[in-house]
């Protein structure tokens, strides 16, 4: 089956700066790349996805890349701010499976 | 919209005990997956349930059950509880397959905490 891993596992960047996080999948079927974002205590949230028909997507500070040939993808987030700081999830899905692999997640810290 | 509720948010369980979880879907969403999650073992794929059929499940033991209802709602239940059952169990709801791409958003509970003592 599909297997996703994360890196780092932790992260501290300073405020302002960027924040990048690794992802690389195993199953070169899977076709859909969510990230999630959890704040302490809460639910993950969608943050950004992206389909394997598109290399890139941004949204505002943040970002998603794609590199289907090493079956990678990453999350960038530009000019960081104290609300940045939760843990990150990426994921991968086969097309037509609606099953979630998960990354083992980020912590990501913002400092002041 | 009112979004995917569970029910209960917490609840303390003793070894050997068994435990009933519900999830209600988005109004609209056909499909609820169940996922695990552990400070250690991150979020784990427990089951999906589409239409009422059990589409995937993870790799967990069959003290691990769940069902979907005809309105959607989807229950899971954990018999002889065991101390590494432990874990917040979120439910996630989405449209369903056969929707163009087929990548469908999915859209979490906040889960129900449950501890085993």
């Known amino acids: 089956g599909e297997n996703v891993e994360q890196h780092p596992s932790t992260l501290s960047v300073q405020e302002g700066d960027s924040a990048v996080i690794k992802c690389t999948y195993s199953?070169?079927?899977?076709?859909?790349f969510p990230w999630y974002k959890q704040e302490l205590g809460k639910r993950p949230q969608l943050i950004i996805d992206?389909?394997?028909?598109?290399g890139e997507k941004k949204d505002q500070r943040i970002a998603v890349t794609l590199n289907k040939t090493a079956k990678h993808f990453s999350l960038h987030i530009t000019e960081t701010q104290p609300e940045d700081s939760a843990v990150y999830f990426c994921?991968?899905?086969?097309?037509?499976?609606?099953?979630?692999?998960f990354g083992t997640g980020t912590r990501l810290t913002i400092i002041p | 919209k009112a979004g995917v509720t569970q029910t209960p948010r917490y609840l303390i369980k003793t070894r050997g005990q068994q435990v009933t979880l519900s999830c209600s879907p988005i109004?609209?969403?056909?499909?609820v997956s169940w996922y695990q999650q552990t400070p250690g073992q991150g979020l784990q794929f427990l089951f999906e349930?589409?239409?009422?059929?059990?589409?995937n499940k993870g790799n967990f033991p069959g003290r691990f059950s769940g069902r979907q209802f005809s309105n959607s709602r989807s229950e899971m239940n954990v018999s002889t509880l065991e101390l590494g059952d432990s874990a917040l169990y979120l439910c996630?709801?989405?449209?369903?397959?056969?929707?163009?791409?087929?990548?469908?958003?999915?859209?979490f509970g906040a889960g129900s905490r449950l501890t085993v003592l």
């Open positions: 996630a709801s989405s449209l369903g397959p056969g929707t163009g791409f087929g990548a469908n958003v999915l859209t």
């Open positions: 199953d070169s079927a899977s076709n859909y």
């Open positions: 992206i389909r394997s028909n598109v």
């Open positions: 994921a991968a899905r086969i097309f037509g499976n609606e099953k979630l692999t």
């Open positions: 109004s609209g969403h056909r499909s």
């Open positions: 349930y589409f239409s009422e059929t059990q589409r």
